[in-house]
């Protein structure tokens, strides 16, 4: 064990949560601070339902979510686990207090390590890989060191290919191909998502997402890993018009059929000159699990976490809406009339039979199952009228 301070110049402690730790040359981003909270909450979630939390934080950085794993989810083991040898003395002063039986640390490739594990038959309640780039290197290992029933919580940070701007890199690295369109945030959860069913199908398993969370640049999703007959209605493709704006999903069975229906003869002056572009295959399920939601907002409410409880509802109300978004701006671009106020028109498409509700992918979107043209339409109305504070309206997002 290292007991001295090898970082003298970093005399200041850093909290978060109910921990403090020292930062040295290690990795931290404090913006990332509410996806570790949503973490934390889900552990405690899981450890109520089942009456045990075994973790294995791949790449744990400075140790900020062992001890937090630990101190608030109420962990009984956590295996801390980075690649890089040179902040062991930092990682292990910062979890020196933590009682032996419940922490082990190591220095392994992380594919490695969970390969190993996989051997050991040592399987773990919560595989959490807070990665660099793309996560899909770690998609098979990762499965294969958790538990059936346990949770995946996997990180990306590659939003470049995600978002359609390198397809043959999404290609290359996730087997799907993206395409640039304005709901590009909402879509990049949801390759990750798929690509880590179909890798989950591959032994003979099938993943299903908890939670998704984004916050630029950051793409977070958890999964729980289980034994059901693999789900292929929820794997498909994502359809976009580039001129009329609308979105559509498209089964497998239809890719050879696909047309926009808002462009087809009748509903505009000429009809549409190209197909959609296509995006997948992606998930196109529940975003989030919605009864898992609701306990970690429980937990959320009376740990005092308003914040979370605030985004944590947003997300609820989001969890099954189709699997994109509309920015405010392109309704109001595509309408020529200046972006309507998202609580009024979000109301005004719930008095006519809509869903709709905020997303908390992006404060200046609606998620809805309304077509576009209609949204702007609605737009339109309100921008006549007076305005009213709606009664009901969503949250403000955080």
Known sequence: MWCKNIYPEDSSLLREGQVSFRLGSAFYRKESQTARDLGILAATVHKARTGQLRILDGMTGCGVR??????????????????????????????????????????????????????????????????????????????????????????????????????????????????????????????????????????????????????????????????????????????YCHRCGQFQTVAWRGLSRVSCPACQPGDLATPCPSSPVLSGPLWLGALHDRAFLTEMLEVAQAWGWTERVKLLTIMQAEAELPPYFYPLGEIGRRGKLDIPERDRLIAALQLQGYQACATHINPQAIKTNAPLVLCGETARQLAIQPTSRASGSQQELI
């Open 66 to 239: 062992p001890l937090r794993y630990l101190r608030e989810g109420g962990a009984d083991f956590v295996w801390a686990n980075d690649a890089d040898p040179e902040i062991a003395p930092l990682l292990e002063q910062n979890l020196s207090a933590i009682e032996p039986k419940k922490i082990k640390i190591s220095h392994q490739d992380t594919r490695r390590l969970l390969l190993e594990c996989y051997q050991r038959q040592d399987y773990y309640d919560l595989v959490d890989l807070d990665s660099f780039g793309s996560p899909a290197p770690y998609l098979t290992a990762a499965l294969l060191a958790t538990r059936v029933g346990g949770l995946i919580y996997l990180t990306s940070t590659d939003g470049q290919t995600t978002s359609g701007h390198a397809p043959e890199e999404s290609l290359r690295l996730m087997g799907v191909f993206a395409r640039s369109h304005p709901a590009v945030h909402e879509q990049g959860l949801r390759l990750l998502l798929g690509s880590l069913l179909q890798q989950a199908g591959m032994q003979g398993f099938s993943v299903q997402p908890v939670f998704s969370y984004f916050r630029s640049p950051i793409y977070r999703v958890m999964a729980r890993l289980v034994k059901h007959p693999w789900a292929a209605e929820h794997l498909g493709f994502l359809g």
